[in-house]
DNA sequence: TTGACAAGACACCAAAAGGTGTCCTATAAT
DNA sequence: ATTATAGGACACCTTTTGGTGTCTTGTCAA
C-alpha cells in the first residue's frame, strides 16, 4: 500500500455501512480522532482505523497527526462522481416514465 | 412485484464494476436475455447470472422467462435512495459553500 | 519519571465475493 | 425425431473483506 496507489474505487468505499457512519460522523464534526470515531462502533479500534484507511486510498479523507492523535477530516468531492453516474439514470424513475414503463410492461404480459 | 425477499443494499449492489455495466446495457436496450448481456464481458455467463441476481435482490432488475431466455429489464428507481444519500453531501464540495465554509472556519478561530 | 493513553503494525481467522466447470431440463430449430 | 441453444442448479476454488488480539512506539499527564 504505497501512498501513490491508483484510488480505490469510491462505488467500493461507500458500501460498506460502517463506511457510510464514518462518513456521516465526519461531516457533523469536521475533525474526529480515530478513538472517539471508535466510540460509535461496536467494533474494535483496529477495524474502524483500516475503513478509515479505505475511505482515505479513495479520497473520502484525508487525516493528519495532532500529538499522540490522529485526526480525521472528510473530503465529499470524490462523491460527486456517484452523483454524476446516478444522474444518469434518474431519468428512468420520472413520474411520467414510471407510468409509461407500467404499460409497457403490461403489454408483454 | 411479489419478492418477499428482505432486498439487499442498494449500495453494495452498486459497487461492483460489472453490475455497473451491466445496468448501463439495460439502460440502453430496455430489455436484454441473459445470454446476450454475456456477450460483453470476459466471464462466463454463471458469473454475469450471479450478478444479475444481486441487482434483482436490490430491486435494480426485473427478470421474465420468454421461451427459453430469461430477459432482464432495468428498475432504477432504487438508485433514489443513492441520489438522496450523495444529495445529502453536496453542500461540501458546492464552491459558494465551500468559502462560506471557510469563512465559519476562520470565524471559529 | 512513571504510568496511562492513542494508534500503527502485524499475524491471524471466518465468511463472503467473484469466479469456474459440469450436469440437467426446457425450448427452438432442422 | 434429433440436435443445438438458453439458462438454472450445484459443487468447488481462490481472493478479498471485515474482524480479532497482541506488541510496540510515541505522547500526554500526575
Chains 1, 2 share one sequence.
Do not use: C
Amino acid at each position: 500500500m504505497s501512498e501513490n496507489n491508483p484510488l480505490r474505487d469510491v462505488f467500493h468505499a461507500i458500501a460498506d455501512p460502517t463506511r457510510r457512519a464514518l462518513i456521516r460522523l465526519l461531516a457533523e464534526a469536521r475533525e474526529l480522532p480515530l478513538h472517539e470515531l471508535t466510540i460509535h462502533f461496536r467494533t474494535g479500534r483496529t477495524a474502524v482505523s483500516k475503513h478509515l484507511t479505505i475511505l482515505k486510498e479513495a479520497g473520502l479523507v484525508f487525516d493528519r497527526k495532532l500529538g499522540r492523535e490522529t485526526l480525521f477530516r472528510l473530503n465529499a468531492a470524490p462523491l460527486r462522481e456517484i452523483q454524476d453516474w446516478v444522474a444518469d439514470y434518474s431519468k428512468f424513475w420520472s413520474a411520467n416514465l414510471q407510468r409509461l414503463n407500467r404499460l409497457i410492461e403490461e403489454e408483454d404480459q
